[in-house]
Structure formats: structure tokens, C-alpha cells
């Protein structure tokens, strides 16, 4: 029992009911998985209660997805600090100070905008061990719905681009930002019509999308030290993929699989 945490568990047939689903949903997750690659799960627990995440937490689940930035401000304060927290919701200028100042968010999966960069590299604080991990949302389905910014095909005119605009606004200008990767949600339609044949066009979209911008970085910043990708092995990272389609995710070559309904069951409607 971790003694940083005051939360207790949830009754005993809930906490074995997410260790089952927990169980699964990793054996799928390494089923679908290329050879050699260890994708990263993230448990979307956005309107699911702290005690649910505290018992995935004590089954080693350390990667959570929150989408509510007071939702996830409340639940930061009282779950244990080891936890990595994923802000996955829309992202707002205004609520940067908000999200800089938990001490550990892991990453924000949903960066879109030059603006909200900018206000994020300025409310981080100095003393923050590393840089903030962020990955630029894609609309990779060009739904009118949907977040991010427009995908790239290799006839795209890169000057015009706002993603390559903001791509070279993070590694320039923020350095409190790291560069991690893409992230996408793609159309649910395409992600159903996609589940017999296993290749879902979004995903392709998003990473052609990131072959174009690691050639981009690559070529334009040859010089400077590489401040961008994946900390290890320097790739930018691709998260796509959630319950209802993370393994077609995985097999195009996902590192980040964000995972809710499939986890914790159904969610309530959200209030407020
Ligand atoms: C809610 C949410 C998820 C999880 O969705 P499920 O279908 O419950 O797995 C994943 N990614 C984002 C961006 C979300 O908002």
C-alpha cells in the first residue's frame, strides 16, 4: 500500500473486476503488438473515481489519461506522486497555469495551438526536473468534430503548414516543452468499417503525418542538439488507439494506446 495515498480502495468485487479487465486489455495489448515493441497503456480514467484508479495503481498501472483539468487538479492532489498523469482533454490557454503546476504531469497529449504552447512554457516551473512531454493533436479524419490540426500528405507545402508551424514553434521557442509525438482519435466510423480488414486510413494518415515531420525536424535542425521524440531512442511517438480500435492502432505501428470504457467499464454522463 503505497503511504503517500489516502485513498481507499474500492469495495473487493470492483477492485478484482478492474484487475480482470486490466489483465485482458494488457494481454490484448501485447497480443496486438509488432515484435520487440512495449507500447505504453494509458488508463483513461476521466469521471471514474479516485479509488478505481488508486486500485489499478497498486496492479501497476502507473500511466492515467484525464480529460477535465479540475477533474484531474482534485485527483493529482490525493493519488500517489508516482502516478503519470496524460492530459488527453481539450486544451485551453487559460487553464495552462492550472496543468503546469501539477508537479506530475507526465505529458499533454493534446497540444494544438502556438498560443497554449506559449502559455504553457511560461507557467512551467523552473524547477521542474524535466521538460514537459507534449504530443500535437491531428484531425486526421477532417471532421468538422474533432480537434487538431490538419494532417500532411507529401505534397503538402510545408511554409503553409499551422502543425509544422507549431512543431517549429515547440522546439525553438519552448524549452520547457519537449516534442514527444502525434496523437490522434480518428474517425469512430472509419475505426469500425476498419475492424475486419485491420487498417484504419486515420492511423495511416497520423503517421505519414510523422514521417513528414521527422524528416522536417531532421533536415531543418541538423545542427542543433535533438531536443524532440522519445527520450530514448529519439523517434517521435504516435498515440492513437483507443478501446474501441487499439489493436488495428497498434498493428500500424501505435506507441500509445489510451485505453477507458475497455478498463473501467462505462462512464457516466458528464455534469457540469
Ligand atoms: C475518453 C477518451 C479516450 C478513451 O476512450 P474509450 O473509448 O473509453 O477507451 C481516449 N482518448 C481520448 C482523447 C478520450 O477523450
Same mark, same amino acid.
Given at each position: =500500500?503505497?503511504?503517500?495515498?489516502n485513498v481507499e480502495l474500492p469495495a473487493?468485487?470492483?477492485?478484482? /473486476?478492474?484487475?480482470?479487465?486490466?489483465?485482458?486489455?494488457?494481454?490484448?495489448?501485447?497480443?496486438?503488438?509488432?515484435?520487440?515493441?512495449?507500447?505504453?497503456?494509458?488508463?483513461?480514467?476521466?469521471?471514474?473515481?479516485?479509488?478505481?484508479?488508486?486500485?489499478?495503481?497498486?496492479?501497476?498501472?502507473?500511466?492515467?489519461? /484525464?480529460?477535465?483539468?479540475?477533474?484531474?487538479? /482534485?485527483? !493529482?492532489?490525493?493519488?500517489?506522486?508516482?502516478?503519470?498523469?496524460?492530459?488527453?482533454?481539450?486544451?485551453?490557454?487559460?487553464?495552462?497555469?492550472?496543468?503546469?503546476?501539477?508537479?506530475?504531469?507526465?505529458?499533454?497529449?493534446?497540444?494544438?495551438?502556438?498560443?497554449?504552447?506559449?502559455?504553457?512554457?511560461?507557467?512551467?516551473? @523552473?524547477?521542474?526536473?524535466?521538460?514537459?512531454?507534449?504530443?500535437?493533436?491531428?484531425?486526421?479524419?477532417?471532421?468538422?468534430?474533432?480537434?487538431?490540426?490538419?494532417?500532411?500528405?507529401?505534397?503538402?507545402?510545408?511554409?503553409?503548414? /499551422?502543425?509544422?508551424?507549431?512543431?517549429?514553434?515547440?522546439?525553438?521557442?519552448?524549452?520547457?516543452?519537449?516534442?514527444?509525438g502525434l496523437m490522434t482519435i480518428g474517425?469512430?466510423?472509419?475505426?469500425?468499417?476498419?475492424?475486419?480488414?485491420?487498417? @484504419?486510413?486515420?492511423?495511416?494518415?497520423?503517421?505519414?503525418?510523422?514521417?513528414?515531420?521527422?524528416?522536417?525536424?531532421?533536415?531543418?535542425?541538423?545542427?542543433?542538439?535533438?531536443?524532440?521524440?522519445?527520450?530514448?531512442?529519439?523517434?517521435?511517438?504516435?498515440? =492513437?488507439?483507443?478501446?474501441?480500435?487499439?489493436?488495428?492502432?497498434?498493428?500500424?505501428?501505435?506507441?500509445?494506446?489510451?485505453?477507458?470504457?475497455?478498463?473501467?467499464?462505462?462512464?457516466? !454522463?458528464?455534469?457540469?
Amino acid at each position: =500500500m503505497s503511504e503517500s495515498s489516502n485513498v481507499e480502495l474500492p469495495a473487493a468485487d470492483r477492485v478484482t /473486476e478492474l484487475r480482470q479487465s486490466l489483465a485482458e486489455i494488457r494481454a490484448s495489448v501485447k497480443k496486438a503488438s509488432p515484435l520487440n515493441s512495449s507500447p505504453t497503456l494509458v488508463a483513461v480514467s476521466k469521471l471514474k473515481p479516485a479509488s478505481d484508479i488508486q486500485a489499478c495503481f497498486l496492479d501497476n498501472q502507473l500511466d492515467f489519461g /484525464e480529460n477535465y483539468v479540475q477533474e484531474l487538479e /482534485e485527483k !493529482a492532489r490525493i493519488l500517489p506522486p508516482d502516478i503519470r498523469w496524460h492530459f488527453i482533454g481539450t486544451l485551453q490557454s487559460n487553464k495552462a497555469k492550472n496543468l503546469a503546476a501539477i508537479p506530475n504531469l507526465y505529458s499533454i497529449q493534446t497540444l494544438g495551438s502556438i498560443k497554449a504552447a506559449t502559455a504553457l512554457n511560461k507557467a512551467l516551473p @523552473n524547477n521542474r526536473g524535466s521538460p514537459l512531454r507534449v504530443l500535437v493533436q491531428v484531425n486526421t479524419s477532417g471532421e468538422d468534430a474533432k480537434s487538431g490540426l490538419p494532417s500532411l500528405t507529401p505534397s503538402s507545402t510545408l511554409a503553409e503548414s /499551422e502543425l509544422i508551424a507549431l512543431i517549429k514553434h515547440v522546439v525553438t521557442s519552448c524549452p520547457k516543452l519537449r516534442l514527444e509525438g502525434l496523437m490522434t482519435i480518428g474517425s469512430l466510423e472509419q475505426s469500425i468499417a476498419a475492424s475486419d480488414s485491420q487498417e @484504419n486510413p486515420d492511423f495511416e494518415r497520423l503517421k505519414e503525418t510523422c514521417n513528414i515531420v521527422s524528416k522536417y525536424l531532421q533536415t531543418t535542425f541538423s545542427d542543433s542538439t535533438q531536443n524532440w521524440g522519445d527520450e530514448t531512442t529519439g523517434r517521435l511517438l504516435l498515440s =492513437m488507439g483507443m478501446s474501441s480500435d487499439f489493436e488495428a492502432a497498434l498493428a500500424s505501428g501505435s506507441d500509445i494506446v489510451r485505453v477507458g470504457t475497455g478498463i473501467f467499464g462505462q462512464r457516466p !454522463a458528464k455534469t457540469g
